[in-house]
């Protein structure tokens, strides 16, 4: 999922710095330029996110990602009971622009996926770490998730991405 950012593309050629936006966000956000990291998930240097809820973990792609992508028309989800691999495709995100696949940032069980999704794929533009979540996984490995971004070095690492 590392399309480059429409929207940092805007802000560099407008000249809009994000020192203000990360000024004005909420304690519970880091907004960088037009996309938010959540503090409390966890990332992938690929653009997921998982939020560990007990015995199981909800997956997404961030809002950097969406925005990466534009528009999404189409998401092709993985049927409960399919085993995810941390790293590896459990499927993919169709945009206007592009086909991606989507990682998962955990090894373990889908246990259900947001069907939501069949019917109304830009739940993902609209609300990537709510409606447009994309499966639950029981882990099988919970420690898996320590290995992974927190808010600050996502943050940081889109940064350094999009400077590129």
């Known amino acids: 999922m ?17 020192t ?5 966000a909420p304690a519970f956000s880091i ?5 938010t990291v959540l ?11 998982v939020k560990n809820e007990g015995a199981v973990a909800t997956v997404g792609i961030t809002d950097h990602a969406q925005g990466h992508l ?31 696949d989507v990682n998962s940032p955990i090894s373990g069980e889908v ?3 947001n069907s939501k999704l069949s019917e109304t794929p830009g739940l993902i533009n ?3 770490y709510e409606d447009g979540w994309m499966i639950k996984v029981k882990p099988s490995s919970p420690a898996e998730a320590d290995g992974l971004l927190d808010a600050a070095k996502y943050t940081k690492h889109c940064e350094e991405e999009d400077a590129h």
């Open 2 to 18: 590392a399309l480059r950012l429409w929207a940092s593309s805007a802000a560099n050629a407008l000249k809009i710095s994000g």
């Open 20 to 24: 203000g936006a990360r000024a004005a």
């Open 31 to 35: 907004s960088r330029y037009f996309s």
């Open 39 to 49: 503090d409390g998930l966890k990332y992938t240097s690929s653009h997921e996110w």
């Open 70 to 100: 534009g528009e999404v028309v189409f998401v092709e989800l993985p049927d409960p009971g399919t085993k995810v691999s941390a790293g590896g495709s459990f499927g993919n995100v169709e945009s206007v622009k592009a086909t991606s």
């Open 111 to 113: 246990v259900e996926v």
């Open 126 to 128: 609209t609300s990537p």
